[in-house]
Each structure stands twice: as structure tokens, then as C-alpha cells.
């Protein structure tokens, strides 16, 4: 199940056609725009974060069809592989078995926040230099400085620096060796999963969100059968 933002609420479907091709889709420029906000920003976030619940009151989320979402039972993410995150500023599931129920290119550049811009300063540093500097920590077995800010201190940028960003050649750069990492570490299929589920499309100009969508592993069907029907 995919959330959508940047079409037209009312009518999203400007022209109907006999295939999906000759379909011609109605935007809206301003519900992408609101996504793009500091608020959006974390609102979106607040979505895609949404399962870890897990198997709550409400079955928000277990390995069965008794809840919502399709994914681990107990609350939280999945545990992440700690070498991936402070060296890359890459977040995989320690266990290739561990499933969080969802897609979400805002996850992504949380993290992506957390290293590279709000941590860039301590990537670099010598022990001695990690030791002092503020918001950074050094780790004797990897033998690397890193932040000690995460995705979940990421507090919402200015929508033009949002933008900025996710049109960058860094940005790009990075989701390209996040992927390459999941793959090596056994998580090929939640790259090419990734790739389809989620996302977003800027202006040609790059200025401005067009269109966004992240999706969740929802456990209910396509279609009811004939006696749920009737």
C-alpha cells in the first residue's frame, strides 16, 4: 500500500484511458510543496515510523495477517548493523531476516542528516581529535570517529535546504552506496524493493517537490473474495 503526495485530491485522474499508458494524471503542485516543509517533513517521518509499534492493542504490526503491517512483532525497528551506521551513515538490519514493514525515502535521508551534514564534522578525526569535539564519539574497534546525532534527532530543514539536498549529487551519491551496501550485505531484495516503493520527483529546475510516496507491506488483499463481497 503506497501513500501518494502531488496529486490532486479531488481528482487525481485528469483523463481515463483503456491502458495504463493513456492514463493522464492530474498534480498538485501544493500538496507535494506541504510534504517539503520543515512540519511535512516530520509528518511524513511520523508516518513511515508509524508500525514500530508493533503487536500493540491495535495489531499495527506482526509476522501475521492479524495486523496491519507485515513485519517483526515486538516495537522498535530492527536492531541495526552498528559498523554500517557509523562508518557509512547507512542503515541496514543487523539480521537479513528482520523486516520493518516499510519503504520510506524520508528514513533514508534522516540518517543521511544524521552523518553527513549534522555529523560531517567528525568524520576524519584522529582518536585525539573525537575525544574533544562535541556530538562526536570514537570507536577503538572499527577505529573510526562518528556521530553521535541519529535519524531520530533530525528536527526538519528549511524547505528550500530540503530541496537542495535531495537534488544534490551528494544525496545521490549516498543513496547509490547505501544501496551497493545492502546488497553486499544480503539485502538486494529491499534495494530493488526500495526502488519501486518509494521515492520522490523534483521540478526540472530542481526547486521544488512534485511528487512523493513511500508504502507500507499491508497485510490486506487486492481484492475480497466473492462471500466478502456479498
Known amino acids: 500500500t503506497s501513500f501518494v503526495y502531488g496529486l490532486d485530491a479531488a481528482a487525481p485522474v485528469a483523463k481515463w484511458?483503456?491502458?495504463?499508458?493513456?492514463?493522464?494524471?492530474k498534480y498538485s503542485a501544493d500538496e507535494a510543496a506541504r510534504i517539503a516543509t520543515p512540519s511535512g517533513q516530520l509528518e511524513l517521518l511520523r508516518l513511515c515510523r508509524a508500525p514500530d509499534l508493533g503487536m500493540d492493542a491495535r495489531a499495527t504490526r506482526c509476522e501475521d495477517r492479524r495486523c496491519l503491517v507485515l513485519g517483526k512483532s515486538s516495537a522498535g525497528r530492527c536492531v541495526e548493523q552498528d559498523s554500517m551506521s557509523k562508518t557509512r551513515g547507512v542503515y541496514m538490519p543487523d539480521d537479513v531476516r528482520c523486516e520493518n514493514g516499510r519503504y520510506c525515502f524520508m528514513e533514508d535521508f534522516a540518517k543521511y542528516w544524521a552523518h553527513h551534514v549534522a555529523g560531517a564534522g567528525c568524520q576524519n578525526m584522529s582518536a585525539a581529535e573525537c575525544a574533544t569535539a562535541a556530538e562526536c564519539a570514537y570507536d577503538p574497534e572499527l577505529l573510526v570517529c562518528h556521530t553521535t546525532k541519529t535519524e531520530y534527532d533530525f528536527p526538519g530543514l528549511p524547505a528550500a535546504e530540503f530541496i537542495r539536498h535531495l537534488g544534490s549529487d551528494r544525496f545521490s551519491g549516498y543513496q547509490a552506496s547505501r544501496k551497493d551496501a545492502m546488497s553486499a550485505g544480503g539485502r538486494e531484495y529491499d534495494v530493488l524493493l526500495?526502488?519501486?516503493l518509494t521515492g520522490y520527483r523534483l521540478s526540472p529546475d530542481k526547486s521544488a517537490m512534485e511528487f512523493a510516496w513511500v508504502s507500507f507491506n499491508a497485510t490486506?488483499?487486492?481484492q475480497n473474495t466473492v462471500e466478502q463481497a456479498n
Not at 484511458?17 to 494524471?25: H, I, L, M, P
Request: hydrophobic letters at 25%.
Open 220 to 222: 490486506y488483499p487486492v
Open 17 to 25: 484511458g483503456s491502458t495504463n499508458a493513456a492514463e493522464e494524471v
Open 194 to 196: 526500495g526502488n519501486r
